[in-house]
């Protein structure tokens, strides 16, 4: 079982950076992929990025170059820097830990609760 809570989420002008993050508990050794998902109105949630254990990265075409993942493993948590934020950007972003199946178990899915962030033009 895991736990996530995120963090960081606020007002912020277009043009200024912000940092999310994401700190997880419970069995945290067995989390293979870690990501942030966001969510608009109307809208259905998307993939923003995400970074395996294996410390490969994915990133959404719209963020890319604006926006970083990174994991910090001496905390079990992992950040979403977001830099030259646009209007865009408004969302609910939701922290996301993936582990994969085996044969004795289905894969799994956590998410946190959510936190806002709100770009003003």
């Known amino acids: 079982q895991v736990q996530l809570v995120e963090s960081g989420g606020g007002l912020v002008q277009a043009g200024r950076s912000l940092r999310l993050s994401c700190a997880a508990s419970?069995?945290?050794?067995?989390?293979?992929?870690m990501g942030w998902y966001r969510q608009s109105p109307g809208k259905q949630r998307e993939l923003v990025a995400s970074?395996?254990?294996?410390?490969?990265?994915n990133y959404a075409d719209s963020v890319k170059g604006r926006i970083t993942i990174a994991r910090d493993n001496t905390r079990n948590a992992w950040n979403l820097q977001m830099n030259s934020l646009k209007s865009e950007d408004t969302a609910v972003y939701y922290c996301?830990?993936?582990?994969?199946?085996?044969?004795?178990?289905?894969?799994?899915?956590?998410w946190g609760q959510g936190t806002q962030v709100t770009v003003s033009s």
């Open positions: 996301h830990a993936r582990m994969d199946s085996a044969w004795w178990s289905a894969r799994r899915d956590y």
């Open positions: 970074i395996s254990r294996g410390d490969t990265t």
């Open positions: 419970g069995s945290t050794s067995s989390i293979d992929d």
